[in-house]
């Protein structure tokens, strides 16, 4: 099987359009489809990088063989070993359980003692801490409220961020649209988060129909080249994305 049919054949196993391909592997859709219609071929770095992408080696992918299903006989393999692994546990918990509960019948006259007395001294050391402990376990609450504010609140941040903290550094026309098009989205729908663009030095806002102005301006080619970008992320005092600034390469 030829390279640009083992191509064609695991993107569209992977369930991946030749858009989503170029973009995972930082390249243009266009070469995406010189690369499947045989025009051209990519080289040793986007080999490498489809190989662990399809999970395959780069050998698999550049011989003229047919695909083998190696990798899911042994996937296969691996979830029946976890299986067996997992009914194995089982096992064991049930026998150690059984186990316990002979000894406990056995010993119950003992047990049920030790028990009485046990639950005795826990509560005289109960009734004791909670004299003591009434304004810690306050302190302790309030604490506790406070972090998980904070944790919910830098997950808040966390999501709002993802999504633009992967187009940042060197990218091309489509991933800077991209990146355009998602902001664009947000500042229609989250008021309370706006973006706003600088392009070439010059502000846009935040504004849809302004922004929509520097899609206009970018280029996928600068001569026999690809046409870069700088996308660089500015965040305010409570770490949301508040300014992106493309600049031209």
Known sequence: MKFEDKL???RKKSSLSQEALAEKLDVTRQTISKWELGQTKPDMEKLAQMAK???ISVNELVNEDELTEEKSETHIKKENKGERKIVLYILIIILIASFVTLVYRVGSDVSNKYQR???NKENIIKDISNKISDGIDNVTNDEKTKEEIEEEKQEKIDDFNMDYENYSG?????SVSSLIDKAITNNKKNKDHLIEF???GKSFGTEASSIKEIKKSLIEFKGY????????LDYDKDGYINKITIETI
Do not use: M, T
């Not at 060197?170 to 489509?174: A, E, G, M, P």
């Not at 080249?225 to 660089?232: A, L, R």
């Open 8 to 10: 064609i054949k695991l």
């Open 53 to 55: 992408l399809f999970n």
């Open 117 to 119: 007395d046990k639950k």
């Open 170 to 174: 060197s990218k091309s026309k489509f």
């Open 198 to 200: 600088i392009f070439d």
């Open 225 to 232: 080249d690809i046409q870069y970008y700088e996308v660089s």
